[in-house]
């Protein structure tokens, strides 16, 4: 059941490299997650990708969802996505753009 928000993380990833925060202000996403001001400057979908993922996280281990499962498993969505980023392999500035899209 892990594997059922791993597309949820991985969007809750993406978002947060997109972030101001990251882009411009070079914060860790780690960084702008626990200090309460640097989430006050996060966008609202990132913040609405955080809650999604701690509700996936509870429900891996909420026992009535023991034989239903817990929600749709992984499709790789975000995978290729979440590849190129991670490997550097970006525009800030197009970045930016569908982040200003997105507020």
Same mark, same amino acid.
């Given at each position: 059941?892990?594997?059922?928000?791993?597309?949820?993380?991985?969007?809750?990833?993406?978002?947060?490299?997109?972030?101001?925060?990251?882009?411009?202000?070079?914060?860790?996403?780690?960084?702008?997650?626990?200090?309460?001001?640097? +989430?006050?400057?996060? *966008?609202?979908?990132?913040?609405?990708?955080?809650?999604? &993922?701690?509700?996936?996280?509870? %429900?891996? $281990? #909420?026992?009535?969802?023991?034989? +239903?499962?817990?929600? *749709?498993?992984?499709?790789?969505?975000?995978?290729?996505? &979440?590849?190129?980023?991670?490997? %550097?392999? $970006? #525009?800030?500035?197009?970045?930016?753009?569908?982040?200003?899209?997105?507020?």
């Amino acid at each position: 059941m892990p594997s059922s928000c791993k597309d949820i993380r991985t969007g809750l990833a993406l978002c947060l490299q997109r972030s101001p925060c990251v882009l411009i202000d070079r914060h860790t996403p780690t960084e702008c997650m626990e200090n309460p001001e640097l +989430r006050k400057e996060l *966008p609202e979908q990132c913040l609405a990708r955080m809650r999604s &993922y701690a509700q996936c996280r509870r %429900g891996i $281990f #909420d026992m009535r969802k023991r034989f +239903r499962g817990n929600g *749709p498993l992984s499709t790789g969505v975000y995978d290729e996505e &979440y590849e190129r980023i991670s490997k %550097g392999e $970006f #525009d800030p500035t197009t970045e930016l753009d569908k982040v200003s899209k997105l507020l």
